[in-house]
């Protein structure tokens, strides 16, 4: 359960995160983060939350859409710190 | 109350109004006869009208100007006499001009001659004057005898000398006469120019005028008398939609209206019946429940209900298995997961650069996330309860009915219920002041493991919490690494006689939690933790760890957890060891 938040992260689909808060929910690691440009220079306002899964060692990163624990991440996930 | 019962209710009332709704008078009836009749007279001859007028508006050459004589036949000639006679005075003016220039010439030639000749006789009236004085004077001196001329030479000479005298008055004279007829000439060429001026700017007048005619010419249709006309129109059409509505409104006849009405609640019932049969089905697709659902509905009749209960009839409906693959309705949290949201591998985690933390911290970052929690906030609520609505339909149907077997239709949810304790960490943020959770990761333990709950029946009275009780494990203030203590139980559903059913298991004084998460030595920096099914943050203020939880509104409201740093670990002791495992 590695804390990544300030973070970049890379994903397959070549796009960037910046990851602004870290939550453990039954040892899941879930983030709030926002989309940064190519550059690394710039944050965009596109906000996600992510869901990291370790599958045979790989690491995957889901966006959250289950309506009810984008509402409990929200509750407790404040603003940018 | 659900939907159902209200449209029910509705009609309830609507056949009660319907009974209630007093025929018309008779003779109010004639008279409103009458008056359609001249309604309907009306309407014809405003149609009538009204489509003329639309006709007429159509067409455009219906609008076109007529001119007068002036302005079709005198005006142009006039024009065309002005032009004309400009034309001609200019080239009187002209050839005028060229006469005066020739005269001008010949009375300069003329002069010149003159001229050569006065010359020429000056001259040789010069050298007889010479001759007769050297005469004069050697004959007076008595010398040089060849040079004495005689008498009569002397009068010739002196006649001769008299005529070109006379010749040279002559010569001038006609200079004279040539200089003023040059100078003459010369005024009427100026003059003649002065003219050729005036009519010059005349004629430029003229072509303003012109111009100006056909720049300011009226359009050759009279828009005026089509606004005129399209006003008309839009009178006789409101005049006619007037006297419709008030047909309309003498015709109207409330009955109709109602039962309409009534009948289309009644589709409605209907539709709502089919829906909530195949979402009943599909409730049954879960392993965990029972394969048949037999549903007795049965409404509550009131008065005039009764008579409906022919169109309303109670139904017993029995329901068979439904093949999960076969379904035609997906499970709504797999319906509302969209393709782009499928698991992407991480490729690369990199160090933010500082620009980034920078951002991170501005007003529009913060701004624009509070817009976004804010907004995905109320897609998830609306969502939840699309998917509520949608799983729950037969919920809402069967809570009416008594008998009905109560069905948990949110079984296969397996989120958190957001008023219950969630066991929720949230990290903090690695600070140079923080060590790395690497660190702490060992002390992360995972709850304890317990024997599962034996399922109670509804008919248990009270569940036997002792043997669910659990102590949690005391610090050791030497020991770094202590297990993580969480008491998992789950909710009691006495409901749900099928489902595993957890006892809720009574609070528990004064337990111990680990601390996951580090406080920042900054004075006010905020760690959220999870203790035993609360969220807390901790305040360092003035070196004392302070504890705080949210409330409903995400404020600050204290809280009774205790908190206790020893070394490198924290721990917090909190009054609450209940967490509801999900």
Redesign the interface.
């Known amino acids: ?13 070549n ?1 960037l995160y ?1 990851l ?8 899941d ?1 879930y983030y ?1 983060a ?1 989309e ?1 440009t190519d550059d ?4 965009t ?1 596109e ?1 996600t ?1 992510l869901h990291e ?1 370790n599958e045979d060692g ?6 959250v ?8 991440l ?8 | 109350m659900n939907i159902e019962e209200k449209l029910r209710q509705s009609n309830l009332l609507l056949k009660q109004l319907l009974l209630h709704t007093s025929p018309v008078a008779e003779d109010e009836n004639k008279q409103n006869e009458e008056e359609i009749e001249a309604i309907d007279e009306s309407i014809e001859k405003y149609e009538a009208e009204v489509e003329e007028l639309k006709q007429k508006l159509a067409n455009e050459d219906n609008y076109k100007r007529t001119k007068s004589d002036f302005e079709l036949n005198e005006r142009p000639l006039v024009e065309e006499l002005i032009a004309e006679s400009i034309s001609a005075e200019r080239e009187d003016i002209f050839k005028s001009n060229q006469l005066y220039r020739k005269q001008q010439e010949q009375q300069t030639k003329m002069l010149g001659v003159y001229n050569g000749e006065v010359s020429k006789l000056k001259d040789e009236i010069k050298n007889i004057e010479v001759r007769l004085n050297k005469d004069s004077i050697a004959k007076k001196r008595g010398i040089a005898k060849k040079l004495h001329l005689s008498d009569s030479e002397v009068v010739d000479l002196q006649l001769e000398l008299n005529y070109k005298q006379e010749l040279i008055q002559e010569g001038n004279q006609v200079i004279e006469i040539c200089a003023e007829e040059i100078r003459r000439y010369g005024r009427l060429i100026t003059e003649n120019n002065a003219r050729l001026k005036t009519l010059t700017e005349k004629e430029q007048r003229l072509s303003d005028l012109l111009f100006a005619k056909e720049k300011k010419a009226k359009s050759e249709i009279d828009k005026y008398k089509i606004r005129l006309d399209q006003d008309e129109l839009s009178k006789k059409i409101s005049g006619l939609k007037a006297l419709k509505n008030r047909k309309e409104f003498l015709l109207y006849d409330p009955s109709e209206e109602i039962k309409k009405q009534i009948k289309q609640n009644e589709e409605i019932l209907a539709t709502l019946e089919k829906t909530t049969t195949k979402l009943d089905e599909e409730t049954v697709i879960d392993e965990k429940w029972p394969k048949t659902i037999i549903y007795n509905k049965e409404d509550t009749k009131g008065p005039v209900e009764e008579k409906m209960s022919e169109e309303v009839q109670p139904t017993t409906t029995d329901f068979k298995p439904i093949d999960p693959a076969k379904s035609i309705i997906k499970a709504p949290e797999k319906a509302i997961v969209k393709e782009d949201d499928t698991p992407k591998e991480l490729i690369e985690i990199l160090d933010a650069p500082q620009e980034l933390k920078k951002q991170k911290l501005s007003d529009k970052v913060k701004q624009a996330w509070t817009k976004w929690r804010d907004k995905a906030i109320a897609t998830a609520v609306a969502a939840a309860i699309t998917i509520t609505a949608g799983m729950g339909l037969s919920k809402l149907v069967n809570d009416s009915d008594k008998e009905m077997p109560n069905v948990d239709i949110t079984h296969q949810d397996n989120l958190p219920n957001l008023d219950e304790n969630i066991d929720f960490t949230i990290k903090p943020e690695i600070t140079p002041n923080t060590p790395s959770n690497d660190e702490n990761k060992e002390d992360i333990s995972q709850p304890e493991d317990f024997a599962p709950v034996e399922p109670i029946t509804p008919e248990v009275e009270k569940p036997v919490v002792e043997e669910t009780k659990q102590e949690a494990p005391k610090v050791e203030v030497t020991t770094p690494e202590i297990p993580e203590v969480e008491v998992e139980t789950s909710e009691v559903k006495p409901q749900v006689p099928q489902e595993e059913v957890k006892p809720e298991l009574p609070k528990e004084e004064d337990a111990e939690v680990k601390l996951e998460g580090i406080v920042n030595n900054s004075d006010i920096e905020t760690t959220v933790l999870q203790t035993e099914g609360e969220f807390v943050d901790i305040l360092l203020k003035n070196g004392e760890y302070v504890c705080v939880k949210y409330g409903d509104n995400g404020e600050n409201v204290p809280s009774e957890i205790t908190i206790k740093y020893i070394g490198t670990d924290m721990y917090i002791y909190s009054p609450i060891v209940n967490t509801k495992s999900l």
Do not use: C, G, H, W
Not at chain 1, 20 to 27: F, G, R, S, T
């Open positions: 359960m590695e804390n990544r938040i300030n973070k970049v992260i890379k994903l397959s689909d796009k910046y602004l808060k870290q939550a453990v929910y039954n040892n690691s709030t926002v940064v690394m220079q710039a944050l306002e906000f939350l899964i790989k690491i995957f990163f889901a966006k859409v289950e309506p009810k624990m984008i509402q409990m929200l509750k407790y996930m404040k603003v940018p710190e």
